[in-house]
C-alpha cells in the first residue's frame, strides 16, 4: 500500500490502452487514425420525459435535440449529441476524468438514464478525398455527401462488424466498432485502401 | 505467316502486338482483340470439342452467348476453365489450350462416341447401360462421369483476390450500346445520379461492330463521343467490363466488374469486384442476341453467327474466311455480305430461306432466295455446304443468321414471362418486369435502330422526370431508318444429317422431337430431358430455336409452347467473386479479450468461442500434455488462487423505474426485492418452458441492474430483452445496453482470492467476509482511485470473486494481478480449468441448456416462482413438462475409478443403458451432457439426463459411447461431485 493524498491506495498503478494502440496510417488520399481522445456515453430518455429532457439539454447546452439519425453541438462545441433512436442519444465529448457519467450528467442536467460506452467502441477516423472511394467497398449504406450530410450518424454492418458511421468533415468520418472487433475492422479499412488506392 | 487473316482498319491498334499462345503454340494479336478475334485472325477455326460427341467445334459468335469457344486460361492455380474466348481481352503472355479432348485437338481420341450417337440421345442414361444391374454403380456410371463435365480445375487454392462493393444511383442503365448511350445522356443531363454499365471492355454496343452512320458519323465514333461526354460528368459512374448480373430484391442489382488487367500488373488487387448496386431505377438495353437455323451438320468450325462475321470484320478488321456464303431468314443477314464486300472479302453466295426478292445487290455472289442449307462438309473446318435444291457450293465461313431475340433475360429474374412477337418472331419483354425497370431498344423488341435510339433518349429523360428531374432539351441522334424484317425458319428436314440446336450440350433437333415422342410435352421437361439450355451458356443462342422445333413437332403456337425460367446470374460468375474477402482469418471477424497480449506472451493455448479467442490453458515449460496444464491450473486454484477472464460472458447494463418489474417477468425467480448491493443466479426460460440462459444479475442502484449471460447467448439475450422491451412491455420504463466490451471482466478464485485482491482494491472499500458477504456486488476503486465493480459470485465453487475495470485498463489489471498474487503462487487459469471446475460443482452450462431441458429438469424446480407470471411460465405448466419421470440432470461418476484413463477421453455424448441392456434407442434412457477427468476426484466424472434421475440415486447404469467404442459402468449421483455443502463459497 502507498500513501497517496493522504488516503493509502493499493501500489499498483493501472495504466490505460487504447483498443488500437493509437494507430496513425496515411495513404495517398486516405489517412487512418484512431480516435483515442473521445469519451462516449449513452443517454436513454424515458419515456414520459421527452420533452423535459428537449429542454433541460437546450437550457444548459444550448443545444437542440437532433432528428434521428443527426447530430448537433453544445454551444461551446464541447459536447456532440449523436441521435441513433428516438430515445437513444450518444454523446461524444472529450473528457479526461474516470467519472465520466457523472460529468456529462452534470453537464446535461436532463433527467435521462447515463451510461459510460467510452471503452465499449474502437473509433477510427478515416479521412481525405479518397475516403468514399474506399468506404464503399465495405459500406453498404449510402455515403454520397447528398444523402449522408456532414453532421449525419447511422448504423450498419461492415464486414460482418457492426458499425456507427458519422460524418465529422467534408471527407471525413468516425467509425466506432465494439472494441474487441477493433483490429478486424482496422484490417478491412487497411485492405479497400489497398485494394482501391 | 501469322495473322493470314487479318485486314486494315477495326477498332484495334494494329501498332500495338500482342502475344499468346494456343494449345502451345505461340500466336500473335493486336491489343483490343479478344482471344476469339485474335484466334479468327490467325485463321484458327478448330477451338474445342463438343461436350458429349466430341465434335470438333469452332468460333459462333462474338459475345458472351458463346457456346463453342470455351476455353481453359492460365496456368498453374491461376487456371480458369470454361472461359469464353469471345469475352476475353487479349492480353500479352496470355495461355489458353482448348477443352474437351484426349489427345490432340485435332485428333481427340474420345471422339469414338461420336459413332455412338444413336445410343446417345436425350435422355440416354434412363435407357441404356441398364444391364447387368450391378455393372450400373462401378463401371458404366464411373465411366460416363470421367467423360462428363466440361473444363478441369487446378485443385489449387485460388490465388486471387476479390473484393465487393456498395453503390447508389438514381438510374442504373444496363447497356451502353446506341439505346443506353442515349437513354444515358439524357438521362445524366438531368442531373440524376446514373450508373452505365456494360459487360464489353469497349462502351458502344453493336456501334462498334457496326457501319451504320449516327449523326453523320461512323457509329463506333459516335459512341466514342457520347462516352466521353458522359465521363466528364460527375453525376455519371461508368463500368465497362461489368456484368449486370442479377436482378435482386428492392432494386439491388449484383454487378461483376473484371479487373483482371489491373490484378495482372499488381497481384495485390482484386481481379474481380462484386458490386451490389442499390438503383431507384433502372433501364435495361441489353439489344439482343443473334439465334442460328438447324440443320443438318450445322455445327462445323467455320460455321458462325452473321452478326458475328460482320462484327469480325468491322471491329477487328478480321476475315473469317477467305470465301464466306451467308445464309439467312432475314434482311439483316445481307449486311453481313455488304460488310465483307466494302472489305475485299469474298462472299461467294447468300441463300435466303424467304421466298421474296434479294434484298440488295452483293458483287461476285450466287442468291438463292428461297432455298435452305441442309448439308455441310469439313470436319475440322468447313469445306462446302449443300442447298435444299442439291447444289453444292465450296465455302470455309457460313455466316447464319435466323433472326435476332430480344435480351430480355434480366427482366424475367422476378418470375417474369415474356411474351411472343409474331411481328418479329422473337419474344419480348411482357409488363411482368422487375419493379423499377424499364426497357428500351432492341431488347424491347424495337428492332430498327432509328426506333431504339429515340426510344432509349425519350426514356432516359421520362425515368429522370419520374425521380424528380427535368431533362435537358437534347435532341436524338439520327440515323437513316433500316427496317427489320423476318420471317421465322426454325430448321428444314435434313435426313440422317443431325440438325444442332445447342451446341455446348450436344442437343440436337432429333433429340428435341425425341423428349416431345416420349411424352414430355413441357419446355421445363424437355429442358431437363435433352438438357437443351443447361449449359454454361445457358442456351442463349439456343433456347428460342429449340422451343421453335418443339412448337412446330407439337403444333402449337410459339407462345403456347413459352420459355423456361430465366435465373441469375446472367453469365458465370467465380466462385471467389461471391465470397469476396471471405476467406482464411478473414472469414468472419475476430475479437480479441483485453488479456488477450498478456495470453499470448504467456504462450497460452487459445480456443475458438464463437468470434472469440479466449485463452483455453497456459502450458508451462515441461509440460506435453494439455491435461498436465488443466488438471494443475483446477488443483493450484482450488488449493491458492487462479485467474480467468471472463469478458467475454454478456454483460447488460439495465437502467429504469421499471426494471425490477422487467426483470420479474423474465426470469423464473424473483427479482423485485433483490436488495442494492446483491447479485442473484437467474434462469431464463423461452416461451414454451424451456431453458433459455442463465446468468447473475446485481443490483447495483434502485433503478440500476447489470444482468450476465453465457458468451454463447450474449446477443440473442440482448435481442430478446429487446423484444420483450420493444413489443411485449413498451409501458415499462426500462432501458438497455450491452456493457460487454465496457468492462474487462475477471474471475478470482480460490482460498487466497480474497487476499489478492485486498492488494489490488482500495483500502476504503472493505471486502472482508463481513462487509462483503457471498452474493454481494457493489462499485468499488482500485490501484488508485481508478473505478471498478466487485462482484462475489462463484462459478467454480471456491471462494471467488470477478473483478471488473474499464476495459482500457483490462491489459493492466492482469498483469497488476498477477504481480500482487505471485506471493500466493496465483495461476492464470483457461476455458478447459473453468470447465472441469464448473462441472465438478455440478453448475448447469450450455451443453445442459440445450433447448430441451426445463427448470425441473435441471433441478432446478425449486427456483420456480409460484407467485408472479414470467415467460415460459404458462407453457412450463404443461403436464408433459411436470412428468416425474422425465429426464433429469444428475451426476455419473465410474464404478471403476480407472475407467476411460487408457483410452483417453471422457463421458461426453456417451448414452445411459441398463446393465444388461442391447445398446439400441429403444433402451436408451439418457446422456452424458458434459465430462471431464477431475483432478479433485481422481477418475472421470459427469453431468447427464437421466429418466426418472432425481429419484434413481445410488443406482447403476452404463455410459455407453458407439463413436469412440466404450461402454463402462457408472453410479448415478448427486451432481455436486466437489464441497456439496457449499461451505468452501461463504468463508
Redesign the interface.
Known sequence: ??L?EG????D???????PLGGVEIEMDGFSITEVTDKSLV?V?L???KFSEVESSIDKSCGLKLPEIERSAHSKDSSITLWRLQK?QVLAYFTYEG??VEAHLSSRLSAPA?Y???????AMIRVSGQRTRDVL???????I?PE?FPVGGVSRTIM???GTIIFRDGDDSYVLLT????G???L??IE??A??VL | MSQTHRKDGGLIDQDKTLTFTFNGQILRGYEGDTLASALLANNKHLVGRSFKYHRPRGIVTVGSEEPNAIMEIGSGAHKEPNTRATVTQLYNGLEAKSQNHRGPLSFDLMAITDFFSPMLGAGFYYKTFMWPKAFWEKIYEPAIRNSAGLGTLSKDPDPDTYDKGFRYCDILIIGAGATGLSAALTAASSGAKVILADEDFLMGGRLNSETAKIDNIKGSEWAKSAVEKLSAMDNVTLMSDTTIFGVYDHGIYGALENRSSESRADSNKPRQVNWRIYAKKSILCAGAIERSIAFGNNDRPGIMLAGAVRAYINRFAVATGNKVTVYTNNDDGWQTAKDLRSNGVNVVAIIDSRSISPVMPVQGAEIFMGTDVVDTKGRRALKSITLSNGKSISTDSLAVSGGWNPNLHLTCHHRGIPKWNEEIASFIPDESTPPGMSVAGRAKGTMVLSDAMKEGHDLGASVASDLGYTSADLKAASTPSVAYNVVANWGVPSGKNRAWVDFQNDVTAKDVRLANQEGFKSVEHVKRYTTLGMATDQGKTANVLGIGIMAENMGQTMEETGTTIFRPPYSPVAVGAFAGRRRGMEFYPTRYTPSHKWSEEQGAVFVEVGMWYRSQWFPQKGETHWRQSVDREVLKTRASVGICDVTTLGKIDIKGSDVSEFLNKVYVNAFAKLPVGKTRYGLMLREDGMAMDDGTTARLAEDHFVMTTTTANAVSVYRHLQFCHQVLWPDLDVHMISVTEQYAQYAVAGPNSRNLLQKIVDPEHDISNEAFPFMGAGAITVCGGIPARLFRISFSGELAYEIAVPTRYGDSLMRAMMEAGEEFDVVPYGTEALGVMRIEKGHAAGPELNGQTSAHDLGMGGMVSGKKDFIGYKLGQREELLRNDRMQMVGFKPVNKNALVDNGHSMAGAHLLGLREEATTHNDQGWISSSIYSPMLGCYIGLGFIKDGLNRKGEFVRAVDLVRNSDIEVEICSPHFYDPEGGRLRV
Not at chain 1, 488516503?7 to 493499493?10: D, E, K, L, N
Not at chain 1, 464503399?136 to 449510402?142: G, K, N, S, T, V
Not at chain 1, 465494439?178 to 472487433?181: A, E
Open positions: 500500500m502507498i497517496k488516503v493509502y491506495v493499493s499498483y498503478e493501472l495504466l490505460p490502452e487504447s449513452m436513454a424515458p419515456r414520459e430515445n474516470n467519472d438514464y451510461t459510460d460506452q467510452s471503452d465499449t467502441w464503399e467497398r465495405i459500406c453498404p449504406i449510402d454520397s444523402a464486414e460482418h462488424i465494439m472494441r474487441s472487433f483490429r478486424s475492422m484490417h478491412a485492405v479497400s489497398d485494394n
